[in-house]
C-alpha cells in the first residue's frame, strides 16, 4: 500500500486494476473536512482518479452546507449528525455526515455497489467519527493539522477494504 | 468510575508546580500572568478535546444556547460530577455560569480565607470552557471571579461578528 509524504493525497491501492477490464469496480474515496472546509484527510482508491474525487469531495461541500443550514431552520427534530446521500453521480454516490464541532465526513461510493445498505454506511461514519476523536485527544496531534495518525490510516484501509 | 479526587490532586499539583518555578519570590504581575496563562492553555486543550468526544451521541446543536446548556450539564458532570449551579444570559452573547460549591476550591475554605489564591485554581477551567466551545464552533473570552469560597462565577462572553 502507497504512502503520500507528510500525509498528503495517497491512494489506497488495495485492489489491483484487471488490464483491459475497463473501469474499476469497487472505487472508494473518503475524506475529513475542517470546520473551515480545508481537508485534514483525503484518501481515495484507485491511484489514477484522485484529482477527480477531490473534485468531487469540493463540490458535494456546498450540498453539506445546504444541508447544515436546513437543518438549524427546521423546526422538526431533524438534527441527526449523518446526512445521508448528499447527491448521486452516474457511476458514484456521495455520503455525508457532519459532527457537532462542524468536522464533516465525505465517503464516496461505487454505485454499482448496490449491497451497501443505509445503516452499514452509518456504522461506517460512526467508526470514522470514533476514530477522529481518538485523533483529536491524541497529545501529539495539534488540532487543525493534516491527520497523520497510522491508526487512523488503518482504520480508513479497512474500510476501503471492506466497500471493496 | 474514577475518583474524582484524582483529578483534583493532579490539579492542585499542577498549579503548585507552576508557581513553585516562579523565580521572582515578589509576585509581580509579569510572572503571575504567564503562569495563569499557561494554565489556561492547557485547559484549552483540554477542552478541546472534550468538545469532540463528550457530544458524540448528542444530536446536533441548534444554537448557542444549547452549547451553553451542554457546557453546564454534560461537560460540567464529566469532569466534576455535579451540573451547574445556575446559567444566566443577557441573551446579547454573555453567560454566567455560577457554580456555589465548585470542586476546585471546596477543600480549600469555604468564606474570604484564600480569596487571593483563587485565581490561579481557575485558570485551568476558564482555559477548558474556552477550549469546548472553540471546537463547538464559538470563540469566546472566558473570565472567572470569586466572591467568596467556593461559589464561583465563569463569565464568557462571546463577541458579536
Not at chain 1, 481515495?44 to 469531495?57: A, D, G, I
Not at chain 1, 496531534?141 to 493534516?146: F, L
Not at chain 2, 472534550?50 to 458524540?56: A, F, K, N, V
Request: net charge negative.
Amino acid at each position: 500500500m502507497g504512502r503520500g509524504l507528510g500525509g498528503r493525497v495517497t491512494s489506497g491501492g488495495s485492489r489491483d486494476a484487471v488490464p483491459g477490464a475497463g473501469p474499476p469496480k469497487m472505487a472508494v474515496c473518503i475524506a475529513v473536512i475542517a470546520k473551515e472546509n480545508y481537508p485534514l484527510y483525503i484518501r481515495s482508491t484507485p491511484t489514477e482518479n484522485e484529482l477527480k474525487f477531490h473534485y468531487m469531495v469540493h463540490t458535494s461541500l456546498d450540498v453539506v452546507d445546504e444541508k447544515i443550514s436546513a437543518m438549524g431552520k427546521a423546526l422538526v427534530d431533524q438534527r441527526e449528525l449523518y446526512l445521508g446521500l448528499l447527491y448521486p453521480t452516474e457511476d458514484y454516490k456521495v455520503y455525508g455526515y457532519v459532527t457537532n464541532s462542524k468536522v464533516k465526513f465525505v465517503m464516496v461510493v461505487d454505485s454499482s455497489n448496490t449491497a451497501l445498505r443505509d445503516n452499514e454506511i452509518r456504522s461506517m461514519f460512526r467508526k470514522l467519527h470514533n476514530s477522529y476523536t481518538d485523533v483529536m485527544c491524541n497529545p501529539f496531534y495539534n488540532p487543525g493539522d493534516r491527520i497523520q495518525s497510522r491508526a487512523f490510516d488503518n482504520m480508513v484501509t479497512s474500510m476501503m477494504i471492506q466497500v471493496c | 468510575m474514577a475518583d474524582t479526587v484524582l483529578f483534583e490532586f493532579l490539579h492542585t499539583e499542577m498549579v503548585a508546580e507552576l508557581w513553585a518555578h516562579d523565580p521572582d519570590p515578589d509576585p509581580g504581575p509579569g510572572g503571575q500572568k504567564m503562569s495563569l496563562s499557561v494554565l489556561e492553555g492547557m485547559g484549552f486543550r483540554v477542552g478541546q478535546a472534550l468538545g469532540e468526544r463528550l457530544p458524540r451521541e448528542t444530536l446536533a446543536f441548534r444554537e448557542e444556547l444549547d452549547v451553553l446548556k451542554f457546557l453546564c450539564k454534560d461537560l460540567w458532570v464529566a469532569v466534576f460530577q455535579k451540573q451547574m449551579d445556575s446559567l444566566r444570559t443577557n441573551h446579547q452573547g454573555t453567560y454566567v455560569l455560577q457554580d456555589n460549591s465548585f470542586p476546585l476550591l471546596l477543600p480549600m475554605a469555604s468564606g474570604l480565607q484564600y480569596l487571593e489564591e483563587a485565581p490561579k485554581f481557575l485558570a485551568f477551567t476558564c482555559g477548558l470552557l474556552r477550549g469546548a466551545l472553540y471546537t463547538l464552533g464559538i470563540e469566546s473570552v472566558v473570565t472567572a471571579s470569586v466572591a467568596a469560597l467556593p461559589v464561583c462565577k465563569f463569565q464568557v462572553v462571546i463577541p458579536k461578528s
